[in-house]
């Protein structure tokens, strides 16, 4: 994509935009198929994103949203601006962040902050500490601390 729009700029070509709506979305290919609001023909896989391999943001419109859609030549389009999403992700160099209906992910390589935070609290109603009169054998806010753990395992992703 990096070498097209470079030889695009080469080209002196015109870059325009239409507004469409979103047909079908292929994220295996970061695609989208796409209505144009002025009645013109249907676009056919418009791109969703430019590198997602190397890092990137990508952007999942829903279908049926209203999304701008850019011409960088006459047979290349990429989706911008979607008026609804289905999923963000942002990619940079080992790290992502994800956000879908299900909650949101944030790995670094292959650590997850869900991950994270369910071993951080499991260790934590395991704490045990020695008293005066020996070692405590009964956590007394372990209910307190199963609620917040749950209430984690709702909110990230793994």
Known sequence: MKDIIQALAATGDEVYAKICEVLEVDEENKTADLRPLDGSADI???YLVTDDANGSMYLEPAKGSLVCVVFISKQIACV???S???QFRVKIKGV?????????LLKKESET???LMTDLIKEIRMMKFTTNTGSTIQLINEPQLLTIENRFAKFLKD
């Open 84 to 86: 609804e999403l289905k």
């Open 80 to 82: 911008v601006n979607p």
């Open 44 to 46: 056919l896989d418009a």
């Open 96 to 104: 992502e962040f994800q956000m879908d209906k299900g909650g949101f």
């Open 113 to 115: 902050l869900k991950a």
